[in-house]
C-alpha cells in the first residue's frame, strides 16, 4: 500500500505537490470514487486521473541530452521542433529544466516527476554552469560584475530583479565560463544585456554532477548508476538545506 501522491508520482505523471493539487481538485478516482488527501492504494486498484488510467510505478528513465539550438524546450504538441518531438523517446519523459531555443547543451529528461520537482525549485540553489560567448572582448570589469550580480528588467514580462551572487570566469577573448544556482527568464542574456554585451552562443555544460562532456549535437544517453546515485543525493541535500530565492 503506498500513497496516492507517491502512486501518481511514481508512474511520471507529476510531482507529489502536483499530485495533491489534482486530488484535492477532484482529478483522480480509485476504484470508480473520487480520490481524498491522504488516500492510500493497493497495486491491484484502478487509478484515474480524468478518464486517463494511471499505471504503477514505471522503469526510472533519466537522460542527459544535447539540445541543438533552435529546438524548443516545451509540451505543447502543436510546436514542430519541440524536444519531445526532437527526441520521440519511446517512454513518455519531460525535460527537468528548460533551456530557451537559442541555447544549446545539457538538457535531463526523465519520467521522474519528484526529480523535476527537485531540481526545479530555485531556492535549492543547484548549479548549473554554462560556456558563453559575446560579441565584445571579456574584461575584468564585465566579469566582476557578472559575480557581484546584475539588475535585470523587462516592463512586459514584469520583471526587476538583481541576480544573485555568482561564479564566472574568463576563458577566452570573447567566451567565458558562468556557475548560476538561480533560474530567472533568459538570465544569462539579459545579465550580459545590461552590461553592453550581446550573447552569441550559449552553451550549458554541466547540471550539479551531470556533465555534458563529449556528447554530441542532438545525441541521448542515459545517467549512469553513480551519476543518478550522486545527482539523487545532491537533490535531497538541497531539500534539507534550501536557499531563498525566485525561480
Known sequence: MVRLNKYLSDAGVCSRREADRLIESGQVTVDGKKAKPGTKVEPEQEVRLGRRIVGGRKERIVLAVNKPAGIVCTEERRERKSIIRYLNYPERI???GRLDKDSEGLLIMTNDGELINGMMRARYGHEKEYRVTVDKPVTEGFIRQMCEG???????????????????????KYTFSIVLTQGLNRQIRRMCEALGYRVTRLVRVRIMNIELGGLKPGAVRKLSEQELKELYERIEE???VGISGEA
Open 94 to 96: 519531460t525535460y527537468a
Open 150 to 172: 546584475v539588475r535585470i528588467r523587462d516592463t512586459e514580462k514584469k520583471l526587476d530583479a538583481v541576480t544573485r551572487p555568482c561564479t564566472a570566469r574568463s576563458i577566452g
Open 238 to 240: 538541497g531539500k534539507n
